[in-house]
């Protein structure tokens, strides 16, 4: 089919098939919402361990470590999120379905895992 016979809808669409190909855009994706889950969760942690410390008088030392045992679970968070957002992005290059999520994060690190 000819540019001149195509709609500025379907001109419109490819555009934008072609750059959710590209390896920077996947990258960018991936970086942004591994980025905006890490600061969420991290500020969920913050303000709980703040009330919380406020509420009962937990000690600094206290509110201080479950801070950051706490920040453990927004770094795996951001890993799993981006690493989950890679292989969704990468499925869906290759003309596939979006599949169920797998918890693990050693799930999305082997080789091929994106073909299944």
């Known amino acids: 089919m000819a540019d ?3 709609s500025p809808a379907e001109a ?3 555009q934008e098939l072609v750059l959710t190909r590209s ?3 996947r990258m960018a994706s991936t970086f942004g919402i591994a980025s905006m889950a890490l ?3 991290i500020a969920m942690v913050a303000a ?3 009330s919380l410390q406020g509420l009962l008088g937990l000690p600094n030392w206290l509110a201080s470590g479950a801070f950051v045992l706490l920040s453990l679970l927004g770094v795996w968070t951001a890993v799993w999120v981006g690493l989950r957002n890679w292989h969704v992005e990468k499925r869906l290059e290759r003309g ?3 599949d169920e999520p797998k918890w693990s994060i050693r799930s999305y690190l082997q ?3 994106e073909a299944r």
């Open 4 to 6: 001149a016979d195509r």
């Open 12 to 14: 419109e669409g490819q």
């Open 39 to 41: 600061v969420s969760v």
């Open 96 to 98: 596939l379905e979006i």
């Open 111 to 113: 080789k091929g895992a």
């Open 48 to 50: 709980l361990c703040w």
């Open 23 to 25: 390896p920077a855009i």
